[in-house]
């Protein structure tokens, strides 16, 4: 059974920083392109990071380039998302998504952890 753990979310000011992680279990995380997504409130669902495997490409959303930092560890089926010098207009629930990259229309996603930016 798919499973994820999806943690480190919370309130920040901004300027602030926050790390998200994302545990999965009931899949072979290691050939699943794992990606972050977010959604604001009255907001479509937006790509925020993708990471690749093998290879470990790595693709940014324009809005949280040199801020954000993508990475994932598959010997502890976990990714992360390093968030710095956050600001306001990143406040929206985060999710964790998997992609099977031997059959894409296999798709897994998170619960959504909450991330707000506000003094």
């Known amino acids: 059974q798919v499973h994820f753990v999806e943690s480190g979310g919370g309130l920040v000011q901004p300027g602030g920083s926050l790390r998200l992680s994302c545990a999965a279990s009931?899949?072979?995380?290691?050939?699943?392109?794992m990606t972050w997504y977010r959604q604001a409130p009255g907001k479509e669902r937006e790509l925020v990071a993708r990471?690749?495997?093998?290879?470990?490409?790595?693709t940014y959303a324009d809005s949280v380039k040199g801020r954000f930092t993508i990475s994932r560890d598959n010997a502890q089926n976990t990714m992360f998302l390093q968030m710095n010098s956050l600001k306001p207009e990143d406040t929206a629930v985060y999710y964790c998504?998997?992609?099977?990259?031997?059959?894409?229309?296999?798709?897994?996603w998170g619960q959504g952890i909450q991330v707000t930016v506000s003094a």
């Open positions: 009931g899949f072979t995380f290691s050939s699943y392109t």
């Open positions: 998504n998997a992609r099977s990259i031997l059959i894409a229309t296999i798709n897994y």
């Open positions: 990471i690749t495997t093998p290879g470990g490409g790595i």
